[in-house]
């Protein structure tokens, strides 16, 4: 659409602007200050780049960042082609598409902490259904529950993993489909019918037609989850409290125990922008190769 | 023949499992729970709904959380649609490096702005109110609402704001009168996202509150962690919070998709 200059409509952004920067300028401002000042009973003082070199060099920071992009691309390898499979077999119209979509998105819509607490309580060892029926297998195949129990999220890392990114799966793997779905809906029976004359198999379907379309919602998919998951906190943080150990904490509950927890501002103030700086960069070169890709 | 229906249904199993087992512990009594496993409750009890319907701590949770969220759906909306109609129709100085600044917001991670957050509306007096949760998650509900909404304005032909010009509307009668009615699924599928992100976060609407307004979700793992064990209260707030958005899916379903696709979410 060609828009018309009108620097008027400055007016029409104002408010929008005005809400926003309260919320990120102030805060964010507050934060650059505490990453370059220390503070000494209430007295604080410029101490330039210190806390950046602290945290970058910092094993546990390090190790929270492992432990974050392990657990990014985990949940990314698994529910985009999950969600585009369980979009490609949904039925396309008709009263089942919309029960589909209902209890699809039903996930979403459960505060965060509601997910933590239901799977906390659903992966149990004794008397959740998940844990209860993992470890009913394990006995089956010869595991003596006399040396407690196989799979225990609350003591066993490995345990603890496999819950946290069943449950991410779980919780956003609907929002992957409703993205490839909505970009399949908008493929025209034509195609299809094209399609079936000349002889084209599954894959030549699905190469050729189904996901050139559904390509620009799927990297919004790949954009949303990747935020997002590398925001992740309340979920496991309710689920496993980052344990057992520190085995699942990921950077923004490690970055909440420093600077809520401990009072530790300098130190958080700096891992904050560090944080924020790779979330956006990463957006950016995603968002911006991309779209040059679509624009060829 | 054609078995396209299994994927789907598989999906939709594993997806209830968890949330039929929040159920089945909701009616179950506390010694039962603790008791041993069991697929269906073997006495079966309403009282920790009983107790959540009774009990102000509970209900309040409710109120709080449903007035944020309806504060912050009704700012966001208004806010944003003279925004998104600036973005889709004119083009300004600083146009499009103003509408990327929005977005970062929307990927700051909540953990970072947990404790200026707590500062800022310390200073301004409006710590543990519900106002200052809603203005709170305007931080990213804004920028998404812009976004969705300019995504649906630029659908709709330049041609017909023109036209009503020459017929003589001013602006605000014309933005009212014709352009909103246009645009009334996207702002339907805008409210929609609103609603959602504020109803499901819960790190800024915890930190910033401490007693009178307390979020219902934040209520739960607090006296889940106070008063001992209690599972069953637990899972049947659990069930509660999940009901508000099942309403709100159903009355969206037929947008959401599209929604999704034309607001480019």
Redesign the interface.
Known sequence: ?N????????W??L???I??A???V???M??VNFSVQEEFYGEFSFIGMQWFADTLTNERFQNALIRQLAFTFTILLIEIPLGV??AL???RSGR?A?V???????????????VG???N??ALP?????G?MINAGAGFFGHDPANGPWFDYTQEPVAAWFTVILMDV?HW??LV???A???L??IDNAYYQAARIDGASRWSVFRYIQLPKMK??LT?AVL?RF?DS??I??EPS?LTGGGPGNSTTF???D??KI??GQQD?GN?AAM?II??LM??LV?WLFYTLTMQGEKK | MNKRWIVPTLYIIFLMLPIYWLLNMSFKTTNEILGGFSLFPAEFTVESYVKIFTDPTWYSGYINSIIYVMINMVISVAVALPAAYAFSRYRFLGDKHLFFWLLTNRMAPPAVFALPFLQLYSTMGLLDTTLAVALAHCLFNIPLAVWILEGFMSGVPKEIDETAYIDGYSFPKFFVKIFMPLIASGIGVTAFFCFMFSWVEMLLAKTLTTVSAKPIAAVMTKTASTSGYELGLLAAAGVLTIIPGAIVIYFVRNYIAKGFAMGRV
Do not use: E
Not at chain 1, 126 to 130: A, L, T, Y
């Open positions: 659409m828009k018309t200059l009108n620097h008027r409509a400055w029409m952004v408010p929008v602007l809400l926003v309260m919320n990120a102030i805060p964010l507050t934060v499979f369980i077999k949904m039925p089942w919309s589909c979509l209902v209890l699809m998105a039903l996930p979403l819509l459960i505060p965060w902490n509601v607490a239901m799977w309580i659903y004794d008397i959740g259904f998940m209860y779980w793997t609907s489909v409703l993205l779905y909505a970009g809906q908008s620009h919602t919004i949303l935020m590398f925001m906190y309340t309710v950077l923004s509950i970055l909440v600077a809520l501002l958080a904050s944080y924020f979330i956006l957006s």
